[in-house]
């Protein structure tokens, strides 16, 4: 599952967060809350069964648009998306209702390419999917670190 096929291009759906400054101007004052959008929707739309990444990107976007009166937050972005999908960042036991999760090939990561360490830092894994991941998009996590941070911080105020 998760090879560099399960990514969405980070340029194209930097560009459709961007067009939603229209709608939440908010995010017209604020660069960073673009970019950590972006990449948690990366994280987010790694397609499933039924849809592609591209059609779960277009139905969050648009349930973005047409629930939020304003710009709410990353959590609520995933809330939104677990309202239809199951976050792929969740272990599949906490949705019994879903059946079992597909077969997996690497037991260290869940087929992630990443995990947590015990100082909870992500790291990358060392399987075949991370490999080619990480040949893919080599500054992947340390992007899902920086918005670990940001989470982090905001929980803090
Ligand atoms: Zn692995």
Redesign the pocket.
Known sequence: MADTESLLDPAMVYSLVAELKGVFPKLRDHPALVRSTTLEIIDLCQGDKNWTREQQLHWLLDAMRRKWRRWQSIPAIVELFETRFRDPRKPATTYPGLGPKPSID?E??S???HFQNESREIVW???E??IRMRAQCPDYVDMLNRINKMRASSKKK
């Open positions: 690497c260290r990561c087929d992630n390419t894994c060392s399987c999917a991370a």
